[in-house]
């Protein structure tokens, strides 16, 4: 691929040009679509024709404004069905989107990059917003200085390894209610009531494969595990299919000592003073020696 010869074919008479889309989901499953008649593919990926994909006007623009764009299409079980999009495959998906010459896909030249925004589905149709690499830069960055732990359990800062035994359990699906949001195991011990509370359920088999949730309360009760989402699972889920739960963490420095031995790895406060400092003023028959008016008092 040569920008010389991008612009060489962009100033001849005649042009050969066409659109082609590469999707990467967060799933790593890669899919091509393209609005020429026919199939086109390079770098490795098929960018397939026929599928209805059609893009609204790119709005571009120097500095770090947003660019952003709007992809539309009809719902095909081939390419991207209703089921996927309900059950968030395509969220924040990335996007490429490519001018190419048809009669040599090898001469193209990318004009977007980003990922998909919010979807909507309207009969046999969806729109999909199109959000420039700039989006990123909206979403506030910095660290938060509270009592309870900054980081997320696993992560970079964290550290902790998920993978220890006696941090998840794999077990088949014995019931559930019809949002797909409420887990039931009858045999499901060797693990203390609340311990996977505010952790995470991952899918593991089945047509919701690779969807996950994340976990409100898990309780032990007479007839067995109670397991409830936040959030349904968006997808079909059947008893017997296989999920993955991982222990959860409330961000307390007790939790963090006492139930991961990671204190050394803890990214809060907990002997931050609440706010009733704010308020704290010298009384009579207070000792006056120049201290902090906190000494002595409970954090």
Known sequence: ??????????ASAATTLCRAWTVTRRDGVVLGFTDHDRDLTFDGVTHRAGSGLTARALQQSTGLSVDNS????????????EPDLAAGRFDSAEVQLWLVNWADPETRARIFRGT????????GEFRAELRGLAEALNQ???LAY????????GDSRCRFDQTQPGYFAERAVEGLDRERRLFSFVS??????HWFEFGRLDVLSGAAAGLSGQIKSDRVQAGGREVELWQGIRAELVP???VRLSAGCDKRAETCRVKFANFLNFRGFPQMPGEDWLTAYPRPGQSTSGKSLMIGRAL
């Open 1 to 10: 691929m040569s920008n010389a010869e991008m612009d060489a074919h962009l």
């Open 70 to 81: 709007e992809a539309l299409g009809a719902l095909s079980d081939a390419a991207i069905s």
């Open 116 to 123: 998909l925004g919010e979807v909507t589905r309207t009969g």
């Open 140 to 142: 506030p960055i910095g």
């Open 146 to 153: 509270t009592r309870g732990c900054s980081a997320v359990l």
């Open 188 to 193: 499901f011990g060797g693990f203390d009531d």
């Open 240 to 242: 017997g299919d296989l």
